[in-house]
T-cell receptor, first 111, second 113 residues
C-alpha cells in the first residue's frame, strides 16, 4: 500500500492560473512533511517542512498547508519558471529518519 | 557555502563491472543519506550514516551494494557487480545534527548496459 500519494500526476496551467497540488499520506506518527521542487536533471530542492496539522508556510507564489491526512501546495498566479516536478515526502516514527517520497506532480506553466 | 556534491554526474558501465559513486555532504553535516530513483519509480531510501556509523541500511537492495563513510566526511557507494536493474539516479543528501532539513545533491546518473 502506498504511504504517500500525490495528485494529479501532471498539471498544465496557464500563466496566472492558480491551482493546488495534493499529497495524501497514511503513515502514523508523522514527524514532518517535506515539499521539494525538482527540475529536469537536477536534485530535489528543499521548499518547506510542515510538522503539525493546521500549519502553513509560504514562499513567493507557493503556500503549503497540512491536515492530519494530507498536504496541499497552493500555487498563486504561477509563472513559467514555476514549471518543475513537485515532490512530497514524509518522515514518520515508524520509518525513523528516512524520507518516504511520493511519485511527484509534474507542473507545466504556459505563458 | 557549497551544497551536497556528487561525482560522477553520469556513468555508463557494462553489466558485471564495478562503479563507485562519491558524495561530499555539506560541511559539518553529520547525517548523510543515500537514495535512488529507478525508472518510473519514486525516490527510495537506501541508507543513513551518522558520522561514520551506519544508522539505518534497511533500504540497501542486496549485498552488491556497499556504502562507506570513513572518517565521517565524504561517502562512497560501490555497486559490484552491476546489474541492468541498478540503472537509475543515485542521490546523496545531508542534514546537520541539530536541524531537520535534508538537502540533496544533483544526483549520479548510472546506466548499466
Amino acid at each position: 500500500e502506498d504511504q504517500v500519494t500525490q495528485s494529479p500526476e501532471a498539471l498544465r496551467l496557464q500563466e496566472g492560473e492558480s491551482s493546488s497540488l495534493n499529497c495524501s499520506y497514511t503513515v502514523s506518527g508523522l514527524r514532518g512533511l517535506f515539499w521539494y521542487r525538482q527540475d529536469p536533471g537536477k536534485g530535489p530542492e528543499f521548499l518547506f517542512t510542515l510538522y503539525s496539522a493546521g500549519e502553513e508556510k509560504e514562499k513567493e507564489r507557493l503556500k503549503a498547508t497540512l491536515t492530519k491526512k494530507e498536504s496541499f501546495l497552493h500555487i498563486t498566479a504561477p509563472k513559467p519558471e514555476d514549471s518543475a516536478t513537485y515532490l512530497c515526502a514524509v518522515q514518520a516514527m515508524e520509518y525513523g529518519n528516512k524520507l518516504v517520497f511520493g511519485a511527484g506532480t509534474i507542473l507545466r506553466v504556459k505563458s | 557555502e557549497a551544497g551536497v556534491t556528487q561525482f560522477p554526474s553520469h556513468s555508463v558501465i557494462e553489466k558485471g563491472q564495478t562503479v563507485t559513486l562519491r558524495c561530499d555532504p555539506i560541511s559539518g553535516h553529520d547525517n548523510l543519506y543515500w537514495y535512488r530513483r529507478v525508472m518510473g519509480k519514486e525516490i527510495k531510501f537506501l541508507l543513513h550514516f551518522v558520522k561514520e556509523s551506519k544508522q539505518d541500511e534497511s533500504g540497501m537492495p542486496n549485498n552488491r551494494f556497499l556504502a562507506e563513510r570513513t572518517g565521517g566526511t565524504y561517502s562512497t557507494l560501490k555497486v559490484q557487480p552491476a546489474e541492468l536493474e541498478d540503472s537509475g539516479v543515485y542521490f546523496c543528501a545531508s542534514r546537520s545534527g541539530n536541524g531537520n532539513t535534508i538537502y540533496f545533491g544533483e544526483g549520479s546518473w548510472l546506466t548499466v548496459v
